[in-house]
């Protein structure tokens, strides 16, 4: 399984990103996926999960209501909707592949700071 992150950056507090996850290797359909972020100083804390037929989405509670994870089947791509970005969302967000995490991204950077 490759996947490839992208989508990071420097923002102000209030701003928005979306993270992008291409996918391959795997039948992206399927199989469930996840975002996982790591902030400075932090250990790893999960941030969303979506099943194979997205009809079972879930958020770690300081990020529900802001940010929105979804799926492009057709161009096998794992989302991440970044919105009303807080200080406190800095960190290295990872694409990981199935319930049992058995595949990470190389991560993509957000640094949010006025």
């Known amino acids: 399984v490759q996947l490839v992150e992208s989508g990071g950056g420097l923002v102000q507090p209030g701003d928005s990103l979306r993270l992008s996850c291409e996918v391959s290797?795997?039948?992206?359909?399927?199989?469930?996926m996840m975002w996982v972020r790591q902030g400075p100083r932090k250990g790893p804390a999960w941030v969303s999960s979506?099943?194979?037929?997205?009809?079972?989405?879930s958020y770690a509670h300081f990020v529900r209501g802001r940010f929105t994870i979804s799926r492009d089947l057709v161009n096998h791509t794992l989302h991440l909707d970044l919105n009303n970005l807080q200080p406190q969302d800095t960190g290295t967000y990872y694409c990981?592949?199935?319930?049992?995490?058995?595949?990470w991204g190389n991560g993509t950077f957000v640094a949010v700071d006025s």
């Open positions: 990981v592949h199935g319930d049992d995490m058995d595949s």
């Open positions: 290797g795997t039948n992206f359909g399927e199989e469930e």
């Open positions: 979506i099943n194979g037929d997205a009809s079972r989405i």
